[in-house]
């Protein structure tokens, strides 16, 4: 079927392609760059830390910044419509002047600006709260020790101006983001002095000036991690009462969350309560696994929610997975295409009727309009928007084309 065949089936529906297609290429999507060398970072030789870790040894690990720059273009060029680069601060590039975390500046980035304005991206940040030396006993900025808890404020206050310095630089609005890896392996006797730390380690951070129409700080809660079953001390409900006292922006990754709740179901809500919201979309199996995204029920209900709302211009959204055991640009690009099909797929919900449905309590009618959804000539509406941004459908075979001239030869 056609583009043109498909546009009518769903004008017959009330839905607008044309509009659809107009709107998703106005949505970026934050590519995260630590896919591209399984979250190693350029700053330290440790193994990682703080609950993460990779699986898997497919060759061809971007070993050097340039390495992972050329890794991000192969990927950028098979990814259709608007994209962020998302950087985490163990990216930072140094030459002869190594800094450590609470003394980076703007300077260890500007390779990662100028790489983002030849490309018309701006770009997200994170400060790392991991795989360093001064992560003790599973703690950072609710560290006991003075001295861990100093060091980790002052590089979330480094990063807030190397964040400031993105958005100034490339003309866009930099999402930072604050996720600690901090908690206990097994019972805790004290679950509130540790959140008493946190909450005075970020209200120390903020309280440096910076550009709020600039730079959006977010806080990112998670359940549990590697080494830190028993005990999170970054809850939901600590970040979700932080974000609120603070008027900053609350941040959900889908896979940070017990396995019977589901992010989309949480948007609406949290988009009644806050200005903005930003995702971190990944694909947790049984656990926070950050698996490649696929076009998959929940990545499809995520998308309809935030369309829905009518909140494309609030909703701040990133990828965020990592996997050694396949093709690493794949992975970026499979994750990708999936987050803007999924927002495709729900562009082309008649949203409206629907809703009219539900409020007549028609409940029977919406029922079959939801099935009759499945069906529906989605992928020729996603061709066209291929079309339209010069996409190759086939971008596995330039995957392996790439892997053969390139990845396989990194020793």
């Not at 190594?98 to 983002?116: I, T």
């Not at 609350?250 to 969350?257: E, R, S, T």
């Not at 199996?285 to 696929?294: A, E, G, P, Q």
């Not at 803007?340 to 009219?356: F, G, H, T, V």
Request: charge should be negative; glycine fraction near 6%.
């Amino acid at each position: 079927m056609s583009y043109n065949e498909a546009a009518e089936k769903y004008a017959a529906l009330g839905v607008d392609t044309q509009a659809a297609l107009r709107a998703l290429q106005d949505v970026p999507v934050s590519l995260h760059c630590w896919q591209g060398d399984d979250v190693i970072g350029f700053d330290n030789d440790g193994a990682l830390t703080g609950g993460i870790q990779t699986t898997g040894d497919y060759p061809g690990r971007a070993r050097t910044p340039r390495e992972l720059m050329d890794d991000i273009d192969a990927a950028l060029s098979l990814i259709p419509g608007r994209m962020k680069l998302n950087l985490h601060a163990s990216y930072a590039i140094f030459d002869d002047d190594f800094a450590d975390r609470n003394a980076l500046e703007p300077k260890h980035f500007e390779k990662w600006v100028s790489f983002a304005k030849e490309r018309n991206m701006g770009i997200d940040f994170n400060p790392t709260f991991f795989s360093h030396p001064m992560v003790r006993d599973n703690l950072t900025l609710s560290s006991p020790n003075e001295e861990v808890r100093s060091f980790w404020v002052e590089h979330g206050r480094r990063c807030l101006k190397i964040a400031e310095y993105f958005a100034r630089e490339t003309g866009e609005p930099c999402v930072m983001n604050i996720w600690i890896p901090d908690g206990c392996k097994d019972v805790p006797a004290d679950r509130l002095g540790p959140r008493a730390r946190f909450k005075k380690s970020l209200d120390e951070m903020l309280s440096v000036p910076y550009d709020k129409s600039r730079v959006y700080v977010t806080l990112e809660s998670k359940v549990f991690g590697i080494g830190m079953e028993s005990y999170t001390v970054g809850s939901a409900e600590f970040c979700m009462n932080y974000v609120s006292e603070k008027g900053i922006t609350p941040l959900m990754d889908n896979g940070h969350y017990h396995p019977t709740e589901l992010v989309s179901d949480k948007i609406s809500s949290m988009l009644l309560f806050n200005e903005r919201l930003a995702l971190h979309i990944t694909r947790g199996v049984r656990w926070d696994s950050d698996h490649v995204v696929l076009f998959d029920d929940e990545t499809r209900e995520i998308a309809k929610e935030i369309v829905r709302a009518r909140a494309l211009e609030r909703v701040f959204i990133a990828t965020d997975y990592f996997d050694a055991s396949i093709n690493r640009i794949s992975a970026w690009v499979t994750g990708v295409r999936s987050v803007k099909k999924a927002l495709l797929y729900a562009l082309l919900e008649p949203s409206d009727k629907m809703r009219q449905l539900q409020e007549a309590g028609d409940f029977t009618t919406l029922m079959v309009m939801h099935e009759r959804l499945k069906t529906m000539p989605f992928g020729d509406v996603w061709q066209e928007f291929l079309n339209r941004t010069n996409t190759t459908q086939d971008y596995l075979a330039q995957v392996k084309k790439y892997e053969e001239e390139v990845l396989r030869k990194r020793v």
